[in-house]
């Protein structure tokens, strides 16, 4: 359990669950998940739900998660379970702190400011006039003739009166009234992808992963990050390097630049053209997520870098295998 951070965090990538649960992340479909509220089981989330099986659970998924460093969490609401039954239907009540009764009555406290009387509320009315119970006088303006003063509650059973009630929980479902000190009171949290698992995960196992699977799988050596000499004796790495035949060996290079932004600027092709002039290698691939500004574009073409704009994994994937299959160069 002594792992780093980061190779907790890759190992986790490779997992299926979080990988389709993340990629809804990456490709902007969700940027904060919330919780859903359900009155019956409290707050969940489906669109987890959808996504795990039925053995794990969503809360655990999300700790683990949450802990590796992949999500950052803040508080979105505190919730309360019945300690008997776990249900999330619960209501909240205000009792007389005597007798614990919940069938109480609330009313304010208003205050005669010149007189200093202090009564309920409804002993203030007459008609539609607002007058002291004590002195008489008819009070006109709020808070110079007279203000709240409070509330006060009565206990219809005990008739005991009170100025703070207790409050106490009733379970909707099976009945038992609780106190707070007896109630399961859990926080709920919204999630968000951390940064950093943003830039390892969309460089590492949405793009890299299943590009070295394909290259692989057409018979091609493969090396990531990839590390070649150059011509000037200086070594330049790129993110993947892949390797076909025996004898003669075709070079191709692959680098991917991704942008939070909505295009990727031209400086990755300045970078890969500064490598690749020097390398020399077959095949220049950027893939750049999701597309390149005009002026890479046309810095792409002039330096012989094959560019592949992508919005998503599977777009790239897709294009890559195009432009391998026919074998020739192609822009897109
Ligand atoms: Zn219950
Ligand atoms: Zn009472
Ligand atoms: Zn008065």
Redesign the pocket.
Known sequence: MSKKPHEKRAELFKKSAVQIFLSKFLSGEIERLEPEYDPKIGYHYPLLESILDESSNAETFLNELHTAGILERELYDKIIYCPKCGSANISMRYC??????FN?EKSSLMEHIRCGYIGMEKDFKKGDKLVCPRCGEELVKPDVDYRKAGVWCM??????SFDIPVPTHFCRECHLTFMFEDADYKDVYAYRLTEEARKEASLDWVFVAPIIRLLKSKGLKVESPGVLKGRSGAEHVFNIVAFKGETRREVSVIDIATTREDEVSEQPVIAMFAKIYDVTPDKSYLIAVPKMNEKGKKMAVSYNIILIEAKSQKQAIKALEESFNSGTSKNQ
């Open positions: 007389c702190p005597f007798c614990r009764s109480i206990c219809n059973d005990c008739r005991k």
